[in-house]
C-alpha cells in the first residue's frame, strides 16, 4: 500500500495530537508533534535565562540555536516517540503552563522556525508520517496528500487542557487556561512568519461538537479514501 504524508494543522489544544497519534498507529504511519520541537526550544530558553515575563533576548537564542539538539525516541509503551533536548527526555517539562506561555513568543523568530522545519521535512522524507502543528500543510509539507485543519471554540478547547494540566496536578485556574489559549490564537495568527492559516487545499473539521472516537472515525475516512486514490 502506498504511504501518504498527513498534515494536521489547527488552534493550541484542538485535539490535534489526540487524533494525529491514533491516526498513525492504525495506520502503521510514525507521529511527529511539531509543536513539541518549539516547546522544547522554549524549555531551552527559559532553563538559560533567555525568556522570561518581562525579557526576551531573542539574540542570544538565536545565536545559541546550534547548541540546541532536539530528537526523538519512540517509547514503545506510550506508543509514541518523545523529545529529548540535549540528551534529556523533556516530554513532561515541555507541557507545562509555564512553557505554554512563552512558546508563541519562541515560535515567532524565523531563525527558530527555520532550524525546526529543517528536522521536520527529513523526518517527512519517507512518508507515512503524520505530523501535527501549525505550518505543516503550508510550509513544512505543501505536497501533502492529505490537510486536515481543526478548530474547536476557544472555550471549549480551554476546559479540555484545563481538565489535563488539573489530571497532572498542576495548580491553575480555567480563566488563566482560557487566557493562555486566547493569546496564543493571537500570536500564532498574527505573526509574521508563516502564521497559522488553513491551507486551501486542507479539510476543515471544527470539533467542537465531536466526541474523539467520531473525530477519529472522521479523519480515517479521509486518509483511507486519499490513499485509495492515490493507488
Ligand atoms: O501544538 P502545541 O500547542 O504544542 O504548539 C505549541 C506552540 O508552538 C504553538 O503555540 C505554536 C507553535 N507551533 C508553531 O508555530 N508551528 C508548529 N508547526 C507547531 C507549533
Same mark, same amino acid.
Given at each position: 500500500?502506498?504511504?501518504?504524508?498527513?498534515?494536521?494543522?489547527?488552534?493550541?489544544?484542538?485535539?490535534? *495530537?489526540?487524533?494525529?497519534?491514533?491516526?498513525?498507529?492504525?495506520?502503521?504511519?510514525?507521529?511527529?508533534?511539531?509543536?513539541?520541537?518549539?516547546?522544547?526550544?522554549?524549555?531551552?530558553?527559559?532553563?538559560?535565562?533567555?525568556?522570561?515575563?518581562?525579557?526576551?533576548?531573542?539574540?542570544?537564542?538565536?545565536?545559541?540555536?546550534? #547548541?540546541?539538539?532536539?530528537?526523538?525516541?519512540?517509547?514503545?509503551?506510550?506508543?509514541?516517540?518523545?523529545?529529548?533536548?540535549?540528551?534529556?527526555?523533556?516530554?513532561? #517539562?515541555? =507541557?507545562?503552563?509555564?512553557?505554554?506561555?512563552?512558546? *508563541?513568543?519562541?515560535?515567532?523568530?524565523?531563525?527558530?522556525?527555520?532550524?525546526?522545519?529543517?528536522?521536520?521535512?527529513?523526518?517527512?522524507?519517507?512518508?507515512?508520517?503524520?505530523?501535527?502543528? %501549525?505550518?505543516?500543510?503550508?510550509?513544512?509539507?505543501?505536497?501533502?496528500?492529505?490537510?486536515?485543519?481543526?478548530?474547536?471554540?476557544?472555550?471549549? %478547547?480551554?476546559? %479540555? =487542557?484545563?481538565?489535563?494540566?488539573?489530571? %497532572?496536578?498542576?495548580?491553575?485556574?480555567?480563566?488563566?487556561?482560557?487566557?493562555?489559549?486566547?493569546?496564543?490564537?493571537?500570536?500564532?495568527?498574527? =505573526?509574521?512568519?508563516?502564521?497559522?492559516?488553513?491551507?486551501?487545499?486542507?479539510?476543515?473539521?471544527?470539533? *467542537?461538537?465531536?466526541?474523539? #472516537?467520531?473525530?477519529?472515525?472522521?479523519?480515517?475516512?479521509?486518509?483511507?479514501?486519499?490513499?485509495?486514490?492515490?493507488?
Amino acid at each position: 500500500m502506498n504511504k501518504i504524508t498527513i498534515a494536521i494543522d489547527g488552534f493550541s489544544s484542538t485535539g490535534k *495530537s489526540t487524533v494525529a497519534k491514533q491516526i498513525a498507529k492504525e495506520l502503521g504511519y510514525v507521529y511527529v508533534d511539531s509543536g513539541a520541537m518549539y516547546r522544547a526550544v522554549t524549555l531551552y530558553a527559559i532553563k538559560n535565562g533567555l525568556i522570561s515575563h518581562d525579557d526576551f533576548n531573542v539574540e542570544a537564542l538565536i545565536y545559541q540555536l546550534d #547548541k540546541i539538539n532536539l530528537t526523538f525516541q519512540f517509547n514503545e509503551s506510550l506508543g509514541y516517540a518523545e523529545v529529548y533536548l540535549n540528551g534529556e527526555n523533556v516530554e513532561s #517539562k515541555i =507541557r507545562t503552563l509555564e512553557v505554554s506561555g512563552f512558546v *508563541s513568543q519562541v515560535a515567532a523568530v524565523s531563525e527558530v522556525r527555520q532550524k525546526l522545519v529543517v528536522i521536520q521535512k527529513k523526518l517527512g522524507e519517507d512518508k507515512g508520517v503524520v505530523m501535527d502543528g %501549525r505550518d505543516i500543510g503550508t510550509v513544512v509539507f505543501p505536497n501533502a496528500a492529505l490537510k486536515i485543519f481543526m478548530t474547536a471554540s476557544a472555550e471549549k %478547547r480551554a476546559s %479540555r =487542557r484545563y481538565k489535563e494540566l488539573l489530571e %497532572r496536578g498542576d495548580a491553575i485556574t480555567y480563566e488563566a487556561v482560557l487566557e493562555n489559549v486566547t493569546q496564543r490564537d493571537r500570536i500564532d495568527t498574527t =505573526r509574521e512568519d508563516s502564521p497559522l492559516v488553513k491551507a486551501e487545499d486542507a479539510i476543515e473539521i471544527d470539533n *467542537s461538537e465531536l466526541t474523539l #472516537k467520531e473525530q477519529f472515525e472522521k479523519v480515517l475516512q479521509l486518509a483511507k479514501i486519499t490513499i485509495e486514490g492515490i493507488e
